[in-house]
């Protein structure tokens, strides 16, 4: 198993701290308007998952989710504090599951936006498999025909698509080949949620093309206590597509 490694971030504010931690094949930057947004009441911090941004590059070779989450936990360590509120879309909830279970004592409250709680079948496990290949014969940009569509909402402007499309072609095709097969091999997590015992946010995109909004609000139905927000005009990046609704979201749970 990789030995965990203290992850780079943006951070904007002061306080409390609310670590958000991005989706497959993107970044820290995801994240910008969170920063600016919510500065206000959190130290916002969005880190960058090992091998991409300002995180380092090593040791990418058999790396899991629960990889990622000792990651996050030698960070949220880094930051000089105990536990922190913790958001995470798509593969950053994942990640978010891995840490419930893994360090559970670091986690005051969890923010899971557009993400899911199952594990994959074997079509979408052979799915990853062939993205690695993909990524690796071609490059990250080589996911941008396929999967770009499958994440905006189609009235998501064309900045945020640029946005996107920029964190793609960052996003070193070692390493989305290693969140591939990370994400092939996650854990079902749907067995945790009635036992998630900090406060819960569940937010989704209402147009989220990959993970549809009914699926979220069973799972926000699972959580004791659980909020759910559906964000409209957005898709599977409601953070960027539709960031006011989403800090207006969080800025309510977390007060
Ligand atoms: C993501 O947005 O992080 C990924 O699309 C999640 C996934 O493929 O399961």
Redesign the pocket.
């Known amino acids: 198993m990789p030995v965990p490694t203290k992850l780079g971030y943006d951070e904007a504010g002061t306080g409390p701290v609310l670590l958000l931690i991005h989706?497959?094949p993107?970044d820290r930057t995801l994240f910008a308007e969170q920063l600016k947004g919510l500065s206000d009441i959190r130290r916002v911090v969005a880190v960058d998952l090992r091998g991409r941004g300002k995180s380092p590059s090593s040791d990418l070779e058999g790396v899991t989710i629960d990889t990622y989450a000792d990651d996050v936990a030698l960070t949220i360590e880094s930051l000089g504090v105990d536990k922190v509120d913790v958001g995470g879309?798509?593969?950053?909830g994942y990640v978010v599951f891995s840490l419930l279970r893994r360090h559970p004592g670091k986690v005051a409250s969890v923010i899971l936006i557009?993400t899911k709680s199952q594990a994959d079948g074997d079509e979408a496990k052979q799915g990853r498999e062939k993205v690695a290949a993909l990524v690796r014969e071609q490059g990250t940009g080589a996911l941008l025909d396929t999967l770009l569509p499958k994440?905006a909402s189609p009235s998501t402007n064309d900045a945020v698509l640029g946005k996107l499309r920029t964190m793609f072609e960052a996003t070193p095709p070692e390493t989305a080949a290693a969140d591939a097969l990370a994400?092939r091999d996650r854990l079902d997590s749907t067995g945790d949620l009635g036992s998630i015992v900090v406060p819960g946010l569940v937010i989704h995109g209402e147009d989220d093309a990959?993970m549809p909004l009914e699926g979220a609000r069973e799972m926000a139905d699972a959580i004791p206590g659980a909020e759910f927000v559906a964000i409209p005009r957005a898709g599977?990046v409601a953070a960027i597509e539709n960031p006011e609704a989403v800090n207006s979201a969080v800025r309510k749970f977390l007060a």
């Open positions: 989706g497959f993107l879309l798509s593969m950053g557009d994440l994400m990959l599977h």
